[in-house]
């Protein structure tokens, strides 16, 4: 009997046929500049388009509006607020400023900005993931909600990212985790040749213990894909984003019962994860955890065959009854092939279990090593990072001490950058400026959020997605460049649309400025008036308190050691 093709879903029709050949990253300067926009990369990494608005917040032009008020989501938060010589409501500044340094953005997504920042708390680095479009509706706020507490619920586990707070602020769902070095699909992009099948088995052994420990809890991931997984500094995965978490139904009579309904509504609730990798019964609503068990067996062959998998057509068709594509799996060992039939049967039932796998000779041959060398780097990175502590501790003690034998740093030469650095520096300097210069809006965003342009890594879903959103399907469209979507998505009101090229690494513009930036009172940016003459240093100079701030400027310009000169100065300093 011939067995009738799977319904492919209508976002599928723009797919990639069959598979390929993974492309490599650009270098990152390279990238950088060209931006991961680039029309010629593949479109294998997009999800389907968000929906469109339902509406949004009206705003009075007329009364003031008043910053929407902090609201802890996560149940560790509403227990255990931090302490009011952290938090004053009662300030200006917004709770992220006033608990957390900005360290830098360090990822884009298509629905959030992630930072690297230092809790004032604990003094420890942390991610925070800021959603950059307010809440637009209830369902939109009781969604993410949602998915924070889910991940509050899940207890700690050494390869399930770690979890620490979500807030709501401005109409901004905030989570905070884990700081982790990169994701899976980053670093695997990253390299600059296959990683090979040694690195798939330690990726196979610490994604099957995430899985175990999600499984035993009673949720499915649903969403698992390279790059919802990240790497730690020691190469040690963890499993993160849970936007599509489910609950699956509990073991005894009565649990079941109510399970079933809850499983219904969260069903009916539950959004189709990444079609590359999602198992074929998602298609029939039959969701489970063997759903996460074929995504991860698509994760692996991906990473060990170092192709790209298809999200659609002939190549998707064939995955999903079985067939693995031999011209790139048979220089994988006969074991590793063994194991991602196992995993990628396209029958649930059929499907190996976590368990099952987990209990496998050659996994476990695979997990020991694992856990040994994992345990060597960790401890090695423990031992360096103390030394390195030790180390400065001892030199800045030395040197108070100003004992003649301890050599000074000598102060850096200034020098003339090139030029290529001199407009990104203008561009930074410009963003900056224009940040500190412009009043804080009681409504738009914070200051610290100002968009990063340059050296910022969109998440690979990211680009993608903006460009369903564009082209509504079409792949005809020629993406705009990465400003412009910045400026698409970031900018509130006419005074933050920004018009710059991309530029350097975001920077912090808070109360918590970093050293070396100017600290300017906020004054408006605009046309000419006495108010905002200190933004061109030219006007500063017929007024005292704007000479001053001129004055700090250009202190702070010569103290970070890059003072651009014109030949004229130089031709003349030489004669
Ligand atoms: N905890 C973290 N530690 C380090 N980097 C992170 C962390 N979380 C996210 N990132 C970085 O930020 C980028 C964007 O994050 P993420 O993919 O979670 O956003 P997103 O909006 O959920 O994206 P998408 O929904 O498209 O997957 C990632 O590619 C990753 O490089």
Known sequence: ??????????????????????????????????????????????????????GYPPLSRVFPQRRAPWTPLSCALIKNPPPRSLYDPDRPQSFFSQCFINLGLIGRGSFGEVYKVKSLLDGRQYAVKRAVQR?????????????????????PHPHILGFSAAWEEGGHLYIQTELCCTSLLLHSEDQPSNPGEAC???YLCDL????????????????????NVFLTCSRRLKLGDFGLLLELPGESEEGKVEGREKEKREKDDAQEGDPRYMAPELLRGEYGPAADVFSLGVSILELSCNIEVPKGGEGWQQLRKGCLPSEFTNGLSPDLQ??????????????????????????????WRRQVSLRLRESWLSILTLTQFILSAGWSFLSSLNLPFIPRCPSPTPCTPPRESWEREGD???????????????????????????????????????????????TSTPLPNSSSLAC????????????????SIHSNVSRHTLP???????????????????????????????????????????????????????????T
Request: hydrophobic share 30%.
């Open 1 to 54: 009997m011939v067995s009738t093709p799977l319904p492919v879903p209508a976002h599928f029709s723009q797919a990639q046929q069959s598979f390929s050949l993974k492309k490599r990253r650009l270098p990152f300067s390279s990238s950088a500049s060209s931006s991961s926009l680039s029309p010629q990369r593949p479109l294998s990494r997009s999800l389907p388009p968000r929906p469109p608005s339902k």
């Open 135 to 155: 809440f637009r509706s209830q369902a939109e706020r009781s969604r993410s909600i949602k998915e924070a507490r889910n991940h509050e619920r899940l207890h």
């Open 200 to 202: 798939a088995w330690d």
């Open 208 to 227: 099957l213990l995430a899985l175990d420990h999600l499984h035993s809890q009673g949720f499915a991931h649903l969403d698992l894909k390279p790059a």
């Open 338 to 367: 063994v194991v991602l039939r196992l995993m990628l049967a396209p029958e649930p039932r059929d499907r190996a279990t976590v368990q099952q796998l987990l209990a496998l000779p050659s996994v476990r041959k695979h997990r």
């Open 428 to 474: 930074v300097s410009a963003l900056q400026h224009s940040a500190m210069l412009s009043e804080p809006d009681t409504l738009t965003d914070d200051p610290v959020f100002l968009p990063d342009t340059l050296g910022l890594r969109h998440s690979p879903t990211f680009t993608h997605r903006i460009q369903a959103r564009l082209s509504l399907g079409s």
């Open 488 to 503: 698409d998505s970031l900018s509130h009101t006419p005074t933050r649309s920004l018009t710059h090229t991309p530029s």
């Open 516 to 574: 070396g930036s100017p600290s300017l009172s906020p004054i408006r940016l605009g046309s000419p008036t006495p108010s905002n003459r200190s933004a061109d240093p030219q006007l500063l100079s017929d007024s005292p308190a704007s000479s001053r701030s001129c004055r700090s400027l250009a202190e702070n310009e010569q103290r970070s050691g890059f003072e651009p000169k014109n030949l004229l100065s130089l031709f003349d300093e030489t």
